[in-house]
């Protein structure tokens, strides 16, 4: 069901569109692309600058190769387009320590350890954060690869997204009727 219609008129001031891509490469890594964009209708005025209006405020792009674990194997990131050019992209270097991350586990409060406050962009640690739970749809709910999963997840253990979200609540219908064996009704009916 879309939104309902806008009301009162509205008019669109800023678009922030953030995109990932998952690619599986000939030598059984995994390249992961994402792309940012910042883009306003109208000019900005920072300071002494003058960014015009539909020219991306960011344009930020962010590639991780990952192994079959989801560990980053190397890391590029590109700013093509920042409000403070010469400044803003000085630290692209930097973001060579998000080798040896996983992107399965633990990665956001790994990379808020890494690169928070001065440490790092802001816009790009946006743009990474969206990362691991696009890889949970490509390694968890992708094609049916036993090698991935099983590098992720053994059969027979508690799926991970179980309790994660008022869906997946193990004490409700969902999980009752998808997840049997890990519902909470299914244990007390056992214990019965």
């Known amino acids: 069901m879309p939104l309902p219609s806008a009301t009162p008129q509205r008019v669109l001031k800023h678009t922030r569109t953030i995109q990932v891509q998952f690619f599986y490469r000939d030598d059984e890594l995994w390249d992961i692309d994402a792309h940012f964009t910042d883009v306003k209708t109208h000019e900005l005025f920072l300071t002494s600058i003058v ?33 403070f050019e010469g400044y803003c992209e000085n630290i ?73 979200c008022h869906c997946m609540d193990t004490s409700g219908p969902a999980v009752e009727k998808f997840y049997p064996v890990w519902s909470i009704h299914a244990e007390r009916d056992k214990q019965s």
């Not at 930020?60 to 093509?80: E, K, M």
């Not at 040896?100 to 990474?128: Q, W, Y």
């Not at 991935?148 to 179980?162: D, I, M, S, T, Y």
């Open 51 to 83: 960014i015009p209006a539909k020219r991306p405020l960011h344009n930020l792009w962010l590639r991780l190769t990952i192994n079959a674990q989801g560990t980053i194997v190397d890391a590029h990131v590109a700013f093509d387009d920042v409000p």
């Open 92 to 164: 692209h270097s930097r973001y060579k320590q998000l080798i040896g991350l996983n992107v399965l586990h633990h990665f956001r409060h790994d990379l808020h350890d890494r690169f928070k406050g001065i440490n790092g962009c802001t816009h790009m640690n946006e743009l990474a954060e969206a990362v691991p739970s696009v890889a949970m749809q490509v390694f968890v709910f992708g094609e049916e690869d036993a090698r991935v999963k099983a590098a992720f997840q053994k059969a027979g253990e508690r799926p991970f997204h179980l309790d994660q």
